[in-house]
């Protein structure tokens, strides 16, 4: 059973960052690709970053200001997000899937119960 739990949400202001940290069962980051998603209220869950388990990473096009990385000895995939506007207000999910790589949330097996990211301006 593949777990994910996310953490480092909550309110900050318009140019911040944050740093969200998705904690995994044992071994998941190491063999499954682990994505980040992003879901803002009445909008479609959207794709934000993506890190393969041999350590590719992928971004969305607006995402420039958004890292992602991984601990294999941790078990744990973060999000580093600068810049922050309003715009990326939004729950912020952790998934992960041993097949699949790409930016289709539906495509994901595993998810965790999101993390509220709220930027004021």
């Known amino acids: 059973q593949v777990r994910l739990v996310e953490s480092g949400g909550g309110l900050v202001q318009a140019g911040d960052s944050l740093r969200l940290s998705c904690a995994a069962s044992?071994?998941?980051?190491?063999?499954?690709?682990m994505g980040w998603f992003r879901q803002a209220p009445g909008k479609e869950r959207e794709f934000v970053a993506v890190i393969t388990r041999s350590g590719a990473t992928n971004y969305a096009d607006s995402m420039g200001r958004f890292t992602i990385s991984r601990d294999s000895a941790k078990n744990t995939v973060d999000l580093q997000m600068n810049s922050l506007t309003p715009e990326d207000t939004a729950v912020y999910y952790c998934?992960?899937?041993?097949?699949?790589?790409?930016?289709?949330?539906?495509?994901?097996?595993?998810w965790g119960q999101g993390t509220q990211v709220t930027v004021s301006s």
């Open positions: 998934a992960a899937d041993r097949a699949y790589s790409g930016t289709y949330y539906k495509q994901y097996d595993h």
């Open positions: 044992r071994g998941t980051v190491s063999i499954y690709h």
